[in-house]
């Protein structure tokens, strides 16, 4: 008497096929959200903060502090407090600041602020991130780029340094070598877009609008 085959049982080395309609279960990994920090050399973005600091709006919510956060909690602790000094200042004396500062990630950035002076608003940035290389200039060389940013000649920067042309020149490649620049066009350049002076000289987009 042949022994009847149980349907339920498999041949040993048969994988079953997944019966049609059913779910098949796949390990897929997880997606990653996109690491905050976001921006590159010569982006920008725009915050808003109220009295104590808190930030209440953002031009790009891509970046490490977010809505709610104060604006001071991703610097490094020396620059933070430079940072909150001139926050003060701005805010109650309506004094316009220009600080730089380094976040705990390593990326610079030159900050403008200034006051807005409403009851619930108190301080306006805008923040330019800038090539970290720029930590290794000198303050006379960073003189050296405000001058140049502002399209003077070089012998309008010597006057202002109160140095020789040979000492401009010499800044010159000197800041060329630091930043690996390949001519003094691509140094003007470079000033001109990191030590200019004015905020507003660097659009900013938003796809929201800020508080009222």
Known sequence: MKRKRNDSQTEPGVIE??????????????????????LKPGDAFVAICDWTGIVKWLSNHSIKTQVGDLGWINMIPGDAERFKQAFARTATLHERHIVEIASLDGLRYRIWMWSIGNPDLAV???????????????????????????????????????VSINTVHAHMRNVKAKLSLGSPNEVIAFAARFFHQKADSVPVESSSEPPV
Do not use: H, W, Y
Request: charged residues 30%; glycine residues 4%; aromatic residues 4%.
């Open 17 to 38: 096929p997944t019966p049609k309609g059913s779910k098949k279960r796949s390990i897929t990994k997880t997606e990653s959200k996109p690491r905050s920090g976001t």
């Open 124 to 162: 306006c940035t805008f923040n330019l991130m800038i090539p970290t290389e720029v930590k290794l200039l000198t303050d006379r060389e960073r003189e050296f780029l405000t001058f140049l940013a502002q399209g003077l000649a070089v012998k309008e920067i010597a006057v202002k340094l109160d």
